[in-house]
């Protein structure tokens, strides 16, 4: 399982490989910024080319070039840079290539220079998305300048390759105005902490369960792509497929597409269709650094859900596989599927050993200037009132003390208010065991629920662990409402 690094500015070089210089050959040749190409190849497929084998959607290579009835990437990539479709599939440095002449190509539609900033960038990075309309185009590239803001690290065979964490504001343009698919607005009617997304109605089957019929099975899936690009495939009407919800691996997001009364089509067996909920999980079945804890522990709370609400039995019985549906032509979840540790959590054991939240107003855990505001406006707010300031250039940061049981690695998590006015690249400060270490989180979205900015080793005691600092080049009121440490 991959755990995501966060690293500091120092952290940025990556050990040498033949993937590590295709970026910069393919980002100086196309004149794109080689954060944004790896970011981007890091989103949709972990660096993985799944030797020439396409996901889902009809995506290939690290780049995740589509070809499918829809979307004719790849094809573009060929015209652009005369290489073959053989190539382009199954040669990663091909495939990199392709995508940033894509991505160029794009630019230029968009009238956007050679020069730009890497903000600037966002409407294309919607555009390379292929999503079937604008709210899941800003999904998608929201997704791209969230890992910008944390910052990454993954494997490529040998090679690591690293993403520092960035202050950039995207600067979203008209994509400001599509539905923001992470808001409170945009909640399931069936699983409440989930995002509601309907697939196409040409993808399922509008049913009356469990009038119509029972519901005695949660089948498990993997995407075989990312998660932006499965909602829109699933929006897609050529698709002919869908999943009543599908979970993102980095913090565990949940989006429901069909509801639970209606016949999802994933099973590849008709009456395992209609009696059972699919859950798909943002992935490939054979890059196990997609199988984060964050989703193992989100998609076993919905399905725990799921099994209280309709009587499934909390076993291997009620709770499968795709690969173990009769007739199954699928392999996923696969052999990296933690099932030990997932009906663990769907069970209750095994699971967060050790929890704090500390919110603005908790007494002598919160500390902050008296630069910092106090707010009751936003309804997203985590307790009675929240934290607010202006950018300047000096920290002046808000802490949260906590006290830390024992040495090793946390999960940490923020909540915020988000409005269009408030910041768009806070830096929230982790002490971490190596030093401080910060990620930028656009506040402008994603606000009014817990959000993960990563898993951190910590040192044992009672002391400040987490900061929101008012340096940034970032606009709009800097926010601190509450965070929750846990392990």
């Not at 792509?225 to 829109?232: L, R």
């Not at 997001?253 to 209609?274: F, I």
């Not at 002598?364 to 300031?389: E, I, K, L, P």
């Not at 923020?414 to 910060?438: D, E, F, K, R």
């Amino acid at each position: 399982m991959l755990t995501l690094v966060l690293p500091t500015a120092a952290d940025a070089t990556t050990r040498t490989g033949p993937l590590t210089e295709a970026f910069a050959q393919a980002a100086e040749t196309y004149k794109v910024p080689r954060d944004l190409l790896v970011t981007i190849a890091y989103a949709e497929t972990h660096f993985d080319g799944h030797a020439g084998q396409p996901s889902a959607s009809g995506g290939y290579g690290v780049m995740h070039l589509v070809s499918n009835p829809t979307a004719k990437v790849l094809e573009k990539a060929a015209g652009l840079t005369g290489l073959s479709r053989r190539a382009l599939t199954r040669d990663s440095a091909a495939n990199v290539k392709g995508g940033a002449a894509v991505l160029r190509a794009y630019a230029d539609e968009l009238g956007l220079p050679a020069d730009a900033g890497l903000g600037a960038w966002y409407p294309v990075v919607a555009k390379y998305g292929n999503a079937a309309d604008p709210a899941t185009a800003r999904l998608y590239a929201d997704t791209v300048y969230d890992f910008l803001g944390k910052g990454l690290t993954g494997a490529a065979g040998a090679e690591q390759i690293s993403v520092a964490a960035q202050n950039v504001t995207a600067e979203r343009g008209a994509y400001a105005e599509a539905r923001d698919l992470t808001a409170m607005a945009a909640m399931s009617p069936d699983y409440p902490p989930a995002a509601w997304v309907a697939a196409n109605s040409g993808n399922y089957t509008a049913s009356s369960r469990e009038s119509s019929y029972n519901i005695d099975r949660v089948i498990i899936h993997v995407t075989q792509g990312s998660y932006a690009g499965t909602i829109s495939w699933f929006q897609n009407p050529s698709a002919n497929v869908s999943a009543h919800y599908v979970i993102r691996s980095s913090d565990g997001a949940v989006t429901q597409m069909v509801r639970d009364k209606d016949v999802a089509w994933h099973a590849g067996n008709w009456s395992y269709n209609t009696r059972s909920i699919g859950i798909e999980h943002e992935g490939f079945v054979d890059n196990p650094s997609w199988f984060t804890d964050a989703m193992y522990r989100s998609s076993a709370a919905l399905t725990a859900y799921l099994c209280n609400k309709y009587g499934i039995p909390k076993t291997r019985t009620g709770i499968i596989g795709h690969n173990e549906v009769p007739g199954a032509t699928h392999t996923d979840p696969g052999r990296y599927w933690d099932w030990n540790k997932y009906m663990q959590y769907v069970t209750g054991g095994g699971g967060t050993t050790w929890s704090t939240i500390v919110d603005n107003a908790t007494d002598g855990r919160f500390t902050a200037s008296a630069n910092w505001g106090t707010s009751t406006y936003s309804t997203q707010r985590h307790g009675a009132d929240y934290r607010f300031a202006d950018p300047v250039a000096a920290s002046d940061a808000a802490w949260y003390k906590a006290s830390i049981p024992s040495a090793g690695t946390y999960t940490v998590e923020v909540w915020y208010p988000a409005l269009p006015g408030y910041n768009s690249s806070a830096p929230y400060i982790v002490a971490t065991s190596s030093g401080n270490q910060t990620v930028y989180v656009d506040q402008r979205s994603g606000g009014g629920g817990w959000r993960s900015i990563g898993t951190f080793s910590l040192n044992a005691g009672d002391h400040n662990v987490v900061g929101v600092s008012r340096w940034t080049s970032g606009t709009g009121l800097v926010i601190a409402d509450a965070v929750r440490i846990s392990k």
